[in-house]
């Protein structure tokens, strides 16, 4: 009897500091936003009383002057931008991350070093520099203008394809160390098996290779497309209002526009999106065989 309540005080020493952060920084927060949606306007933009769903008909589009479908073009274009940006950073991150697990040992700190440090920086000065590679008159957008990607004169930012590349720069190492982390632990038996039964090169990844690094995948996929479904700095310096993302039109709620219940509102949805794709992932996960390493 005393061990057991010993036992459950450890357990519950070990479990409160984390529970804790969970209640102080997601809960509580979470909660407060949530009273905050279902207020109303008040004349200068705070939550005020009576409780309505004034927040959720602006966020859904109707207005003073009717339905407008501009938040939702903005929910679409965030959710596409997030699954180009996440494809792009996976296509990227794969053969990077087995390059540098296959290097020799005393290789391998040194390249993780060199995809890790530029995300030492902070994502300001990371997109102003983009900004300066984009700008007009630069070799990257002469070259643009020479290939027809854009006009004359005219620069590669602000742009959609600023922000993607915005994205990709910013989370490529998100992708790149949990793959790096599969490959480590990569069965080369499986491998070598696969090429003695003489399989392509295509079928060795599919059956021998994928299956094994998929749960690297898929932590990978949630580390960069939560972030990057509710980016806010690489959209609005890359962006310029040309791709507005969800996480701009709920800052924009609590200082520009200054209507605090439709930001919370916006919040709401983020988070439902959040969870929604964490539910497709899942199912993914387990749709492509994986097991419960893979299941989020």
């Given at each position: 009897m005393l061990k057991s309540a010993r036992d459950?005080?450890?357990l519950l020493a070990i479990v409160a500091p984390g529970a804790l952060f969970i209640v102080v920084f997601l809960v509580l927060p979470s909660l407060y936003l949530m009273g905050m949606a279902f207020t109303s306007t008040g004349p200068?933009?705070?939550?005020?009383?009576?409780?309505s769903l004034q927040a959720f008909r602006e966020l859904a589009g109707f207005g003073f002057l009717g339905w407008s479908p501009g938040n939702?073009?903005?929910?679409?274009?965030?959710?596409?931008?997030?699954f180009l940006a996440t494809a792009l950073v996976i296509l990227l991150a794969y053969p990077a991350a087995y390059y540098i697990a296959?290097?020799?040992t005393r290789w391998r700190p040194l390249l993780l070093l060199a995809v890790v440090?530029?995300?030492w920086t902070n994502q300001v000065i990371r997109s102003v520099g983009w900004m300066n590679l984009f700008a007009p008159g630069t070799p990257i957008s002469d070259f643009a203008v020479l290939i027809g990607l854009t006009e004359p004169r005219m620069g590669l930012f602000p742009s959609q394809f600023a922000v993607i590349v915005g994205l990709v720069y910013n989370f490529l190492p998100f992708m790149v160390l949990p793959l790096y982390a599969a490959f480590e632990r990569l069965d080369h038996a499986q491998?070598?098996?696969?090429?003695?039964?003489f399989a392509s090169p295509l079928a060795?990844?599919?059956?021998?290779?994928?299956?094994?690094t998929l749960p690297g995948l898929m932590a990978g996929t949630v580390l960069v497309a939560i972030p990057a479904f509710g980016m806010y700095v690489v959209t609005e310096l890359l962006g310029g209002g040309k791709a507005t993302m969800i996480g701009n039109l709920v800052a924009r709620q609590f200082a520009d526009a200054t209507n605090w219940p439709l930001g919370a509102a916006g919040a709401i949805l983020m988070i439902l999106a959040t969870v929604g794709g964490l539910w497709v992932l899942?199912?993914?996960?387990?749709r492509l065989g994986g097991d419960r390493e893979v299941v989020l």
């Open positions: 459950s005080l450890h200068s933009g705070l939550p005020a009383l009576p409780f939702l073009y903005t929910l679409l274009r965030s959710v596409w931008q997030t296959s290097r020799p440090v530029p995300s491998v070598e098996a696969a090429r003695d039964l060795v990844f599919r059956h021998a290779v994928f299956p094994q899942r199912r993914l996960g387990r």
